[in-house]
């Protein structure tokens, strides 16, 4: 029994003190001290612990006296105080745990279409994609396959395209030096997972895999952007082009003189 009620959190003294008061209730700290043979101090110390524990009851008067509570009382309490300790405990640790997110490094077309086709299988609701127009024959077939299986699939690129996907916007593409640029693609599944890589000829094709939230947000703020930007076009694009020329290159090139 002493062994059972030490796993609760009482001492071997105020365990042993407790099943005393259990089983002959009103003593005296004298009274417990000669029924367990322990000395007066540390059992008057065990049995100030155990009424802070709130495993005994404490009767003042000319003699004060000692009963222990119900074991069921006890039994509910030590419960009670568990579950609050738990709880406060599961919520600060919480505040300390760090997410970590992994990267998936993927090289060579064949490896890459492999790589989208696993993605679009385990999508429950959209896909998002911003791909260049001549990096269109390896992607279209897959978005017309995700829009086939019921998926939300949205496509931005810069040129107009045959295809019977439903939402394709054809946005205005930023001026810069064309020859130093790097074709690029992006795809967001379920907002939840992005794939960014590219398939430039100077480049081996690669791609990157992650569910990191910072690049999720850069990845559909982008999208909101080129949505925004193909509203704006169809409203003004005429005004756009007088004022800030095609595609934006007073826009472009004033920024890259402040940038020098």
Request: net charge negative; glycine share 4%.
């Amino acid at each position: 029994m002493i062994e059972e009620l030490k796993k609760i959190g009482l001492t071997e003294l105020e365990g042993k003190c407790y099943l005393s008061l259990y089983e002959n209730p009103n003593q005296t700290g004298y009274e417990v001290a000669k029924n367990i043979s322990s000395s007066r101090s540390n059992v008057y110390a065990a049995l100030n612990s155990l009424y802070k524990k709130g495993a005994c009851q404490v009767m003042e008067g000319k003699n004060t006296t000692y009963s222990a509570v119900s074991v069921e009382e006890l039994l509910s309490k030590l419960r009670l105080e568990f579950k609050q300790s738990a709880t406060l405990l599961q919520r600060e640790l919480k505040k300390k745990e760090r997410s970590t997110y992994d990267f998936y490094n993927t090289q060579g077309i064949e490896p890459i279409q492999s790589v989208i086709k696993r993605s679009i299988a385990h999508a429950k609701k959209s896909v998002l994609a911003d791909i260049w127009p001549q990096d269109m024959p390896l992607f279209l077939p897959l978005l017309e396959q995700a829009e086939s299986k019921g998926l939300e699939v949205v496509l931005v690129t810069f040129e107009p395209v045959e295809t019977t996907l439903k939402n394709i916007f054809v946005d205005l593409k930023s001026g810069g030096n064309e020859e130093n640029e790097i074709s690029d693609f992006s795809l967001l599944f379920d907002q939840e997972k992005a794939i960014i890589g590219s398939l430039d000829d100077r480049l081996i094709p690669s791609a990157v895999e992650t569910k990191h939230p910072a690049i999720i947000q850069k990845v559909l703020s982008a999208f909101h952007h080129d949505l925004v930007m193909n509203q704006l076009n169809k409203d003004f694009g005429s005004e756009f082009i007088a004022k800030y020329g095609k595609n934006f290159e007073k826009i472009f090139e004033a920024t890259q003189t402040k940038i020098k």
